[in-house]
């Protein structure tokens, strides 16, 4: 036993990245953080690290080279992530990107709060929402592990 959470970002811009660092060590500072700059990098990562499995996947909506709905749409590809948790994060509150994210596969779509302790709250809601599916998740890495 033993395993940590991991927790992904895919967020663009550098200042989203800290302020989501700090609310997540709000939330737990037994949470690594894994961050990839943009969609085109998390899903080379994915694609090149076949054994990487996060717990959960945070992806800002708005970005350039390949943006949040078509991350979330190439990562639903991938056989290993079909059961990561995906969860949108943008400053967009326009309910049809929700919908459509929704519809895509996304497990839930948070709005970027102003302050850090806003946005502790809202991740610390969805790890309690999502406890039972990381405790699956690390089962299957304990599993793979041991083989």
Request: with cysteine; hydrophobic share 40%; aromatic share 6%.
């Amino acid at each position: 036993m033993g395993i940590s959470i991991c927790c992904m970002l895919v967020e663009d811009d550098a200042d989203d990245r800290d302020i989501f660092s700090l609310a997540l060590q709000g939330v737990s500072t037994d949470v690594q953080l894994v961050t990839a700059n943009d969609g085109e990098h998390a899903i080379a990562r994915f694609k090149e690290e076949e054994s990487f499995l996060p717990h959960c996947i945070f992806i800002d909506l708005n970005m350039p080279r390949m943006n949040g709905q078509e991350c979330l749409q190439e990562i639903r590809k991938i056989e290993r992530l079909k059961n990561v948790p995906v969860i949108m994060y943008s400053t967009t509150v326009n309910p049809s990107y929700v919908a459509e994210a929704l519809r895509h596969g996304a497990t839930d779509f948070i709005v970027k709060p102003v302050t850090i302790e806003a946005l502790t709250s809202s991740i610390a809601q969805i790890f309690k929402k999502l406890q039972p599916v990381f405790d699956d998740i690390t089962a299957s890495i304990e599993s793979n592990s041991s083989r």
